[in-house]
């Protein structure tokens, strides 16, 4: 999204060091839990995320007469969510997930203040929806992959 605001979070920073550590043979399993996590990230979001209300504005059509339009439609950022998943685990480090908001929304309207509910401004107190999910997807992740390497004797 060049011209919108996007949130990105990444979490495989962590444990870099363990997924070299894997051998081959294991890497479509810690494919498969990256994608697990970077879901459930996305769907404790999802639940999480803040919805406003319709803005209505009334508007004239001509003398006399006047009309009112919907500005801004509710749940445009919670409709701007999304997973997206590139490149392959088995060319180890190759593979990643990003849960991200903003741009784009399933309400046919483009939302550009997403990172603004989510950190807050100077105005308006922040309303977290992806980090903290990103925090406790996180955590599951990094007991996923540790129980990976544990089960086969790599840690």
Same mark, same amino acid.
Do not use: H, P, Q, R
């Given at each position: 999204m060049a011209d919108g605001m996007t949130v990105e979070m990444f979490g495989a920073d &962590?444990? @870099?060091? $363990? $997924?070299? =550590?894997?051998k081959p043979r294991f890497a479509r399993r810690v494919q498969t839990v990256i994608k697990h996590a970077a879901k459930d990230c996305y769907d404790d979001s999802q639940v999480i995320v803040p919805v406003g209300k319709d803005v209505i504005s009334t508007g004239f059509t001509g003398p006399g007469q006047q009309s009112a339009f919907v500005t801004h439609k509710a749940g445009t950022l919670k409709g701007s969510g999304k997973v997206e998943y590139e490149g392959?685990? &088995? $060319?180890?480090?190759?593979?990643?997930a990003i849960v991200s908001y903003g741009g784009?929304?399933? &309400? !046919?309207? +483009?939302? =550009?203040?997403? @990172? +603004? @509910?989510? $950190? !807050? &401004?100077?105005?308006?107190?922040a309303e977290p929806y992806l980090l903290p999910s990103y925090e406790y997807a996180k955590i599951v992740l990094l007991i996923d992959v540790? !129980?990976?390497?544990?089960l086969n004797g790599i840690v």
């Open positions: &962590t444990f @870099v060091n $363990l $997924l070299d =550590d894997l392959d685990i &088995t $060319l180890i480090g190759d593979f990643w784009d929304s399933d &309400t !046919g309207e +483009y939302c =550009d203040y997403a @990172v +603004y @509910v989510e $950190l !807050g &401004t100077y105005k308006m107190a540790a !129980g990976i390497a544990m």
